[in-house]
Every structure is written in structure tokens, then in C-alpha cells.
């Protein structure tokens, strides 16, 4: 079904996007920085865990898709590559825009209730359903079969480092946001980098084909 290599790669990328400073790992240090590492772990694993929604659509859709046009399937990841590359560029063109605002109080909310939230906030994120069903399709090989597996796999493979790092960031977010702060440029690069993986994959479904 998936292959170690095909998941290695996978991973790498899912990583690296991961780790870019966005809304929701800026979000989870903020909580964690504001309301201490409890509160930072509970929303973080909240917005990891809101991911198994967005696999879960992607099983289903795409796996239609593919038992009904192979043809279709190839358009997705044609016009998902290039989505990814529209990301890319957006990325390059605004690295270190986005910068950790720790100030926000998160009020008297419970782990549970901030759980909750990181949850629901991720899950009902139309950008997030449309970077899934664009990233996962393109380290599907149909030709493998089980197409549905392949993308349950990437899907919980994705939920699950997004949790580990989440958590991480929830954990020790007073000394990373501290980092960020006297480190502008490592938020720089990191964008940069994540901009050049994007538009990467995006042109590997061009060149492939």
C-alpha cells in the first residue's frame, strides 16, 4: 500500500509545513505562552486532531474519484500541484510576515473547552480541507491500488506528527516563543522553505507526467 519511501518523503514535507510559522502552531504558542503548557498541549492536540476530518473527506472523495475516472485523478493532482505552487510563491512573497502576538489572554477556559476549540477551529477550516485534498493526492500512487489505504495512512501519518509537534510546541512554548522573538529571520527561512517544498511538489506532478 504505502511504501517506506513514499512515507519518508511524505513525512519530510508534512514536517517541515508543520513546523512553519502559521495560525495554528502561532495560536497553540500563544495559548501555551498566555495560559501555561497545559493549556498549550490541550489546544494544540485540538487543532492536530481536527486533521482526521480532513482525511476522512479526502478518503472519500478522492477514492470516488480515482474508481471513477483515473483520468479525474489526474486532473486533481494536476490542479492540486498547481495550487501547491501557488502556495509556494505566496510563501516566498510573504516569509516572516506572520509574527507570535503572546499577548491575547485566553480567559478562564477550561483544557477541555480549549481542546474543543483547536478541534473545531482546525475542522471547519475550508483552506485546511483544500490543502488536504491538494498535498495528500500528490504521494498517492494509484498504481499501488488501495488508493482509500494510501490516503487513510498519509492522513493519520499527518494527524499524528501535527500531535507530536503540537504538543511539543504546547509544551515548551515559553522558551520557544522567546527563541522566535530574538530570532525573526529563523520564522524567515523557515517560510522559505516551506515555500520551496510547495512549489517543488507542484512542479513534480508537471514533470511527471
Known sequence: MVTASQLLGFL???????ATPGPDNLMVLSVGMSRGRR???????????????????????VSALVAASPTAFA??????????????IQALRHAGAVQLNADGKAGGE??????????????????VVLFFLSFLPQFVV????????????LGL??????????????FFSGSVGAWLNRRPKAG???????????????????VSR
Open 39 to 61: 493549556a498549550g498541549i490541550a489546544f494544540g492536540l485540538g487543532c492536530a486532531l481536527g486533521c482526521l476530518s480532513h482525511t476522512l473527506l479526502a478518503v472519500l472523495g
Open 110 to 127: 477550561s483544557l477541555k473547552r480549549l481542546f474543543a476549540k483547536g478541534l473545531l477551529a482546525n475542522a471547519v477550516n475550508p483552506k
Open 75 to 88: 486532473l486533481l493532482k494536476a490542479v492540486g500541484g498547481a495550487y501547491l505552487v501557488w502556495l509556494g
Open 157 to 170: 501519518a499527518f494527524t499524528a506528527q501535527a500531535s507530536l509537534l503540537f504538543g511539543l510546541l504546547g
Open 12 to 18: 519530510f514535507a508534512a514536517v517541515l509545513l508543520t
Open 142 to 153: 494509484a498504481s499501488q491500488g488501495h488508493v482509500e489505504w494510501q490516503l487513510g495512512l
Open 188 to 206: 524567515l527561512w523557515l517560510d522559505r522553505l516551506a515555500g520551496i517544498v510547495f512549489i517543488g511538489l507542484g512542479i513534480r506532478i508537471f
